[in-house]
């Protein structure tokens, strides 16, 4: 009996975010086809709850201080060559040194993963960065992006050859997401009340952008409307963003509850659904806020507005906390509409963003990158 091919995940980071969360639904749909290795270059490793009891992951212990010097190369080499997996993925940026070391004398091919940009990179993809992606993704097997935006980046800026460029869109077990909130959280939360909840979904970083939401959730409030906000996720920006709410008087209707395993058991008490990021590409959180069937208030994004259903996109405008308060307000003061809204972006998330899909895509791309055939 053959050992399943193995495969090694290289994270800048394996904290929770978009790449760790699709790696995890992968590898607990896939079950024991593939055995995986995770080094996570900042030895974070907080994604690693989201996996399966049993899944067959080992986290690599690798205490790196990145240099950016030969010395790093060599190592990033020597670590690959000692663990000759079947196939190398590399996500985003902070780890596009080990497809570096991988182009001369290769030692397995080469699958690069890229979810979006950091904050560096808001307005324009820097010339230096660019210049290395088109060296390093044009030499891989497969460029995989989640977003169309990105793809276009991806051929038209870091001039990535077109037949090297996957777009494999994120995916949701729709269903997990089709159920009532938990009535204990809410009441953990004090959210049993009737007002309506805006929600969002974010690692409280700089280029999610949360004051954004916070300074529009101020305005319909200074309008006299009746609301909560809920920010589920942390970060390093948590206070500052807990001094900002204090700061515009609105203590006691602004709820951070930290980092939460398992979104659903939230989302469904949400009445809109927000996103007030610099930058996004695909968020998968969104996808989650659509199979609920909620509706949804955003900047102008990303995909967000080819991802929503048509009857949503008249509320993804602008990219200032003007725009996003006059789409939250327009939705607060229709709940039929809202309504009408959600259904359709449940059924756009069943009909495109299953997670069965992206599991079966990834499932072929990655035997077909190990075998050398398209």
Same mark, same amino acid.
């Given at each position: 009996?053959?050992?399943?091919?193995?495969?090694?995940?290289?994270?800048?980071?394996?904290?929770?975010?978009?790449?760790?969360?699709?790696?995890?639904?992968?590898?607990?749909?896939?079950?024991?086809?593939?055995?995986?290795?995770?080094?996570?270059?900042?030895?974070?490793? +907080?994604? !690693?709850?989201?996996?399966?009891?049993?899944?067959? %992951?080992?986290?690599?212990?690798? +205490?790196?201080?990145?240099?950016?010097?030969?010395?790093?190369?060599?190592?990033?080499?020597?670590?690959?060559?000692?663990?000759?997996? =079947?196939?190398?993925?590399?996500? =985003? @940026?902070?780890?596009?040194?080990?497809?570096?070391?991988?182009?001369?004398?290769?030692?397995?091919?080469?699958?690069?993963?890229?979810?979006?940009?950091?904050? *560096?990179?808001?307005?324009?993809?820097?010339? !230096?960065?660019?210049?290395?992606? @088109?060296?390093?993704?044009?030499?891989?097997?497969?460029?995989? /992006?989640?977003?169309?935006?990105?793809?276009? /980046?991806?051929?038209?800026? @870091?001039r990535i050859p077109?037949?090297?460029?996957?777009?494999?869109?994120?995916?949701?077990? #729709?269903?997990?997401?089709?159920?009532?909130?938990?009535?204990?959280?809410?009441?953990?939360?004090?959210?049993?009340?009737?007002?309506?909840?805006?929600?969002?979904?974010?690692?409280?970083?700089?280029?999610?952008?949360?004051? !954004?939401?916070? +300074?529009?959730?101020?305005?319909? #409030?200074?309008?006299?409307?009746?609301?909560?906000?809920?920010?589920?996720?942390?970060?390093?920006l948590r206070h500052?963003?807990?001094?900002?709410?204090?700061?515009?008087?609105?203590?006691?209707?602004?709820?951070?509850?930290?980092?939460?395993?398992?979104?659903?058991?939230?989302?469904?008490?949400?009445?809109?659904?927000?996103?007030?990021?610099?930058?996004?590409?695909?968020?998968?959180?969104?996808?989650?806020?659509?199979?609920?069937?909620?509706?949804?208030?955003?900047?102008?994004?990303?995909? %967000?507005?080819?991802? /929503?259903?048509? *009857?949503?996109?008249?509320?993804?405008?602008?990219?200032?906390?003007?725009?996003?308060?006059?789409?939250?307000a327009a939705l607060? +003061?229709?709940?039929?509409?809202?309504?009408?809204?959600?259904?359709?972006?449940?059924?756009?998330?069943?009909?495109?963003?299953? *997670?069965? =899909?992206? %599991?079966? %895509?990834?499932?072929?791309?990655?035997?077909?990158?190990?075998?050398? !055939?398209?």
């Amino acid at each position: 009996m053959t050992s399943a091919p193995h495969l090694l995940h290289v994270f800048s980071s394996f904290e929770v975010g978009g790449s760790q969360i699709r790696f995890c639904q992968l590898v607990n749909a896939l079950g024991d086809r593939y055995r995986h290795s995770v080094i996570a270059l900042d030895g974070r490793t +907080d994604a !690693r709850g989201r996996l399966r009891p049993g899944a067959p %992951v080992e986290i690599i212990s690798f +205490d790196h201080h990145k240099t950016g010097s030969l010395r790093d190369l060599r190592r990033f080499r020597r670590t690959l060559a000692t663990l000759r997996p =079947n196939l190398l993925l590399t996500y =985003n @940026w902070g780890a596009i040194e080990w497809g570096l070391v991988n182009i001369i004398r290769p030692i397995c091919p080469h699958i690069a993963v890229v979810d979006g940009f950091g904050p *560096e990179e808001v307005a324009a993809s820097l010339p !230096r960065r660019s210049f290395i992606r @088109w060296f390093v993704y044009g030499r891989a097997r497969s460029l995989v /992006v989640p977003s169309r935006v990105l793809e276009r /980046v991806a051929r038209d800026t @870091w001039r990535i050859p077109a037949r090297i460029v996957r777009y494999i869109p994120n995916g949701v077990d #729709v269903a997990r997401f089709h159920q009532p909130p938990d009535p204990a959280l809410l009441a953990q939360l004090d959210l049993t009340g009737a007002e309506p909840v805006i929600g969002t979904i974010a690692g409280l970083r700089r280029e999610k952008n949360v004051g !954004r939401l916070v +300074d529009a959730f101020a305005r319909i #409030v200074q309008q006299g409307r009746a609301a909560r906000l809920v920010v589920i996720g942390d970060g390093p920006l948590r206070h500052d963003l807990e001094a900002q709410t204090h700061r515009l008087g609105l203590a006691g209707r602004v709820i951070f509850t930290g980092a939460l395993t398992g979104p659903e058991r939230l989302l469904g008490a949400f009445s809109i659904y927000a996103i007030s990021s610099d930058t996004e590409q695909m968020p998968i959180s969104l996808v989650e806020a659509m199979a609920t069937g909620l509706p949804v208030a955003s900047v102008d994004v990303g995909d %967000v507005a080819d991802m /929503v259903a048509s *009857e949503n996109g008249r509320f993804i405008q602008g990219r200032d906390a003007e725009n996003l308060a006059q789409s939250l307000a327009a939705l607060l +003061d229709n709940p039929t509409e809202r309504a009408r809204i959600g259904a359709a972006n449940r059924a756009a998330a069943t009909a495109r963003f299953t *997670e069965r =899909n992206m %599991v079966e %895509v990834y499932d072929r791309l990655f035997a077909s990158a190990m075998t050398g !055939r398209p």
